[in-house]
């Protein structure tokens, strides 16, 4: 059975940082490509990075590119995403995913971690 499960989130004010982690069971780790997506209220998940299954590629949103990085440690099968100069529009659920293929699309992502709540304040 795979499981992700997210930690890191919490109340930052802008400008602050967080680290987000995910940790995953229940799956061959290394052969995954790993994500993370958030959803505001009331609007739909979106993507925001993606790393390969190396760690050698990434990819990021508009939004997140140059404040975010994304990095995974496949002998402790976590994933990471690092937040720096955070702004009160990052405020949403973080959610941790794996994918078999290396897309930005939530539907080519095939498990999902629960979320952890990222709140920005101003």
């Known amino acids: 059975q795979v499981q992700l499960v997210e930690s890191g989130g919490g109340l930052v004010q802008a400008g602050g940082s967080l680290r987000l982690s995910c940790a995953a069971s229940g799956l061959r780790f290394e052969n995954y490509a790993m994500g993370w997506f958030r959803q505001a209220p009331g609007k739909e998940r979106e993507f925001v990075a993606i790393i390969t299954w190396s760690g050698v590629g990434t990819r990021y949103a508009d939004a997140a590119g140059g404040r975010f990085i994304i990095s995974r440690d496949n002998s402790k099968n976590t994933v990471s995403l690092q937040m720096n100069s955070l702004k009160p529009e990052d405020t949403a659920v973080y959610y941790c995913?794996?994918?078999?293929?290396?897309?930005?699309?939530?539907?080519?992502?095939?498990?999902w971690g629960q979320g952890t709540q990222v709140t920005v304040s101003s």
């Open positions: 995913a794996a994918s078999e293929t290396y897309g930005t699309r939530d539907t080519a992502f095939d498990a």
